[in-house]
Nanobody
Framework: VQLVESGGGSVQAGGSLRLSCVAS?????????MGWYRQAPGKQRGLVAI??????TEYADSVKGRFTISRNTAKIVYMAMNSLRPEDTAVYYC???????????WGQGTQVTVSG
């Protein structure tokens, strides 16, 4: 399974970005939840948002009301990030789980830098 992310970049505080993640190498019926995690320098990787196969969502408290995760298909997930803050600066990783055995997969990460 491969996860390819795109959409990171540098913005001023208050700006917006949209991340995308496309999964390949897995059949649609075996794709489980997909989500986004982030890791800032010197910190552990942590959950940002997830989207379950059934359409449920979960967000970290720090991004509620600012970030929105959505799924176009079972294998494509987006995250709209609004009202970005300097503390949102991190490498953002796409994560996916295979339904059959809950095995996890990770993307290569995309840098988000918020200045100001």
């Amino acid at each position: 399974v491969q996860l390819v992310e795109s959409g990171g970049g540098s913005v001023q505080a208050g700006g917006s970005l949209r991340l995308s993640c496309v999964a390949s190498g897995i059949i649609t019926s075996n794709m489980g939840e997909m989500g986004w995690y982030r890791q800032a320098p010197g910190k552990q990787r942590g959950l940002v948002a997830i989207s379950t196969r059934g359409g449920g969502t979960e967000y970290a408290d720090s991004v509620k009301g600012r970030f929105t995760i959505s799924r176009n298909t079972a294998k494509i997930v987006y995250m709209a990030m609004n009202s970005l803050r300097p503390e949102d600066t991190a490498v953002y990783y796409c994560n996916a789980r295979r339904l059959s055995d809950q095995r996890e997969y990770w993307g290569q990460g995309t840098q988000v830098t918020v200045s100001g």
